[in-house]
């Protein structure tokens, strides 16, 4: 089933109050949207309302499928921080196999094809040589690929992803790239949360927030230097294009053709091993 989402006067938030307001967009069958901006800009708070984790404060949020089906699509939510403290050392086949729990239930046992659907997971993700490691050895950037193997493996109509790309090296960023590519050409919508240009520059559709939408549209047009530099502090231009200052985030992001700009490596991001 391909899918659909649309918003129209979308107000985002917590307890009444507005995070972010005045979000109109539409997604259909294979298109990617990126929401970027700096932490506490609305980006995950949108994500969690078109997840249907909480309400919207005003307008309406719809995720549907876009063949005319009454049935709700199905969506495949990571969020941006992943629990840690599991009791028991489990494994990391064990967590991707999460995945496949809303189709065969919390009790229910895991078919063939469930099996092979965890395994094309691991695979498209590089982890299959970590299928009997527990979580808690592996490294930051390993955990994430172990998440977003999750998130594949659930098969959905949309995937919203909130910082998927954080503690990966640049050759998981690229498989990463590759399977959401994948994941269109299957038909899904994408949703990411980022603070990567580059990454956003990938999408059909970007949405820059800084507590207000600040540009929608394609990244030709959202991502233009006055848009990020009213939605990060500080944009400067090199060489080959813009680059975004962010002092929320801690390091700097490339927007333009060619390599990024980087000071350094940002406090809390984790090499991928």
Request: net charge negative.
């Amino acid at each position: 089933m391909s899918a659909a989402i649309e918003c129209n006067g979308l107000a985002v938030g917590y307890g009444g109050h507005a995070v972010v307001g005045g979000i109109d967009l539409a997604l259909g069958a294979g298109q990617w949207l990126a929401v970027i901006g700096t932490n506490g800009s609305g980006k995950s708070t949108l994500l969690k309302t078109l997840a249907g984790l909480i309400a919207p404060i005003a307008g309406t949020a719809a995720v549907r499928s876009a063949d005319g089906s009454p049935d709700r699509a199905t969506v495949s939510y990571l969020s941006q921080s992943h629990e840690q403290g599991f009791l028991l050392p489990i494994r990391s086949r064990d967590v991707v196999c999460m995945g496949r729990w809303p189709a065969r239930g919390l009790t229910g046992r895991l078919r063939g094809d469930d099996q092979a659907m965890v395994d094309d997971a691991m695979g498209a993700m590089g982890i299959t040589d970590l299928a009997d490691q527990p979580l808690g050895t592996l490294s930051g950037g390993q955990c994430q690929r172990v998440h977003l193997a999750q998130a594949l493996c659930r098969r959905a109509d949309v995937l919203l992803l909130d910082e998927p790309t954080a503690g990966l090296d640049a050759a998981s960023r690229e498989r990463y790239l590759a399977v959401m590519d994948s994941e269109r050409a299957r038909g899904s919508v994408v949703v990411t949360a980022t603070h990567d240009v580059r990454e956003a520059q990938r999408a059909d559709l970007v949405l820059v927030v800084a507590e207000r939408v600040v540009a929608c549209g394609p990244p030709g047009e959202a991502l233009t230097a006055e848009a990020l530099a009213q939605a990060f502090g500080v944009v400067i231009s090199d060489a080959t294009g813009p680059v975004v200052i962010d002092p929320h985030h801690g390091h700097d992001h490339h927007h333009g053709p060619g390599s990024p700009h980087v000071h350094g490596p940002a406090p809390g991001h984790q090499h991928d091993h």
